[in-house]
């Protein structure tokens, strides 16, 4: 398989997901759009993960490979290329999907626990994944629900957490893909962010919930074997 990740910032990778596919002997490549890297042809890649970020979709005169990215996401989808986005990477989706993205009522940045939806159940990306789980957040903006996809979980901060178009195209607010290092990065690079909010943990409390890295990993692991495994259903976006 050849599985391909957009990266949107130097200090967000592919992190685990990465892994996860090198693991299994994918061929993993990336583009890396804010180095100014190119997009490769759709036909040439077979799996996709697009990451995060701290801009917004709509952030084109600062990041102007966002107009690239989503048109290339688009096509991703039409073609049936199974797909996964995490934080910035899920909102790019969803507004390729039509849905709005805007501010959240709260920034939500730390360890808060995640609560899947009564759609989740009986999706097989989900099947082996608890009702509620922690998982790492760090974000401001929230995605609408595409039409004709299935809202799947929720916080308490922020309704809207993931959501599946088709069997093979799933968007998640929160990181399950970060490691320990990933978690390091983000306090390093936006830790100006870390100001005091009810859902907004200090530095000391994110670090002190590294020990939950390991939970979530085999949580991506899951869904990573779902959407990307043999003999996954490919839906092609309905235009």
Known sequence: MRFHWLGNVGFEDAAEVGCWAAARGYEVTATRLYAGEVLPEVEAIDALAVMGGPMNVYQYRDCPWLVGEARFIEAA????????????????????????????????????????????????????????????????????????????????????????????????????EYSVESVRRMITHCGDELVEGRFVQSAEAIRAGFSKVEGTRRVLDSLLGAVFGEGNHRQVLQT
């Open 77 to 176: 989808l039409k073609a049936g290329v199974p797909t996964i986005g995490v934080c910035l990477g899920s909102q790019l989706i969803a507004d390729v999907l039509g849905a709005k993205v805007v501010q959240n009522g709260e920034k939500e940045i730390g360890w808060f626990d995640v609560t899947l939806t009564a759609e989740a159940e009986g999706m097989a990306a989900f099947r082996d994944v608890p009702a509620k789980f922690a998982a790492f957040h760090w974000h401001g903006d929230t995605f609408g629900i595409p039409a004709g996809a299935r809202r799947l979980a929720a916080s308490e901060a922020c309704a809207n957490q993931a959501y599946a178009y088709g069997d093979d195209v799933i968007g998640l607010q929160f990181h399950l």
